[in-house]
């Protein structure tokens, strides 16, 4: 079982960057597509961007393409996401998740394990 720790929100103004990571413990990483989710106060989470175990794969979602990049080191077990051209409605907690799969899913059920979250805000 994979435990995940997320790290690298804060504040920042539109227009700005940020790197997010994730850090997965507990073994067999190359086993496990991994995603990023975010969650708006007073919305559903939704998906943002997964990858494949072995990074060759990847799907955004349509609000993020372009703007957003992941990206996973398999030798550190960790997963980031490059946040660049950030906006306000890019305010949320930010959750990594993982699957024991080799492939990508932008569904939430399809993930089992989660991370704690770590909040992004973006100011205008």
């Known amino acids: 079982q994979v435990q995940l720790v997320e790290s690298g929100g804060g504040l920042v103004q539109a227009g700005g960057s940020l790197r997010l990571s994730c850090a997965a413990a507990g073994g067999g990483f190359l086993t496990y597509a991994v995603g990023w989710f975010r969650q708006a106060p007073g919305r559903a989470r939704e998906f943002v961007v997964s990858?494949?175990?072995?990074?060759?794969?990847?799907t955004y979602a349509g609000s993020v393409k372009g703007r957003f990049t992941m990206s996973r080191d398999n030798v550190k077990n960790t997963v980031y996401l490059q946040m660049n051209s950030l906006k306000p409605e890019d305010t949320a907690v930010y959750y990594c998740?993982?699957?024991?799969?080799?492939?990508?899913?932008?569904?939430?059920?399809?993930?089992?394990?989660w991370g704690q979250g770590t909040q992004v805000t973006v100011s205008s």
């Open positions: 990858i494949s175990p072995s990074g060759s794969a990847t």
């Open positions: 998740a993982a699957r024991r799969s080799a492939s990508v899913s932008q569904r939430i059920d399809d993930f089992a394990y």
